[in-house]
């Protein structure tokens, strides 16, 4: 469906070979190595796979791959969910323009929506459809338990490395500059990655702060996500909490969750 929407721009598009990535991975990809590999090996599309365990919230669906010692694409199961070991793809391709306008517009005129099952799966025995093997870190965000896991995964040191700090290989976002964060006599940080402008006279650990967020005396936030302008009001205590952007904390002594589980406010919450 993505790509029917803009197979205009594929149609006139001047490169010759086409990346397509999704848009829910957080990893740090250097693409030299894997078209060295799709030229030497002739392919026509080059999937981009891991070998990994799976767990429930880590993937859906679930697109498992068999690749012999050739590299060669053999096999493709896609199944809604799995737990296991398996070769996943990270539903990272390489092809040449001229090659996906065709299957994309083919899809098209059989009414078919999927590029995994309907293009890839389909064509196994009519393309060179090979598998590079990807060994580094890989986030991927498909569940609210994922998206938190991810960014408990940014409080690694080598992972944060890996994904920022890559010779040639930056990530660039909008710049939005503010006033430096202000810790007050009070505070107390212990592993938590925290933005500018934020103002914190309490306690954070384990946790990610975005922007603008205020911590007030007293209060104590652990192993949480607290999105932009998020306030935690005088005594408070949180615990394994996903805040949006907006929200207030101000009448709720304690609030977190239990046995593993995640309690998520949303967006202008006040609670």
């Not at 999704?22 to 080059?46: G, L, M, R, S």
């Not at 994922?146 to 990530?171: T, W």
């Not at 702060?209 to 935690?232: D, P």
């Amino acid at each position: 469906e993505a790509l029917k929407s803009i197979i205009s721009f594929i149609r006139y598009a001047k490169a010759e070979y086409v990346v397509l990535a999704d848009c829910y991975q957080v990893c740090n990809i250097d693409f030299k190595p894997i078209f060295q590999q799709h030229f030497e090996t002739k392919a026509d599309i080059t999937c981009v796979y891991r070998e990994t365990d799976i767990n429930i919230d880590d993937y859906s669906p679930v697109v498992m791959m068999e690749v012999d010692e050739n590299k060669m694409v053999v096999k493709m199961d896609i199944q809604k969910s799995f737990v296991g070991h398996a070769n996943v793809s990270t539903d990272t391709w390489i092809i040449k323009k001229d090659l996906l306008q065709s299957l994309v517009t083919q899809a098209i005129e059989r009414n078919q929506h999927s590029f995994n099952r309907d293009i890839l799966k389909e064509n196994l025995g009519n393309l060179k459809i090979c598998g590079y093997k990807f060994n580094g870190y890989f986030g991927n965000i498909s569940s609210l338990q994922s998206y938190y896991k991810v960014n408990m995964d940014l409080l690694n040191n080598c992972i944060r490395d890996e994904l920022f700090y890559q010779p040639g290989r930056a990530i660039y976002t909008r710049v939005r500059d503010s006033a430096p964060t202000k810790y007050g006599d009070h505070a107390k940080i212990k592993d938590s990655l925290i933005a500018d402008g934020c103002i914190i006279d309490g306690t954070v650990e384990n946790s990610v702060l975005f922007r603008g967020v205020q911590i007030s005396q007293g209060a104590v936030v652990k192993k949480s996500i607290l999105m932009q302008n998020t306030i935690i009001r005088e005594g408070i205590s949180v615990n394994r909490v996903i805040a949006d952007k907006f929200v207030s904390i101000a009448h709720t002594k304690s609030i977190g969750g239990q046995n593993g589980e995640l309690i998520y406010i949303k967006k202008d919450g006040v609670l």
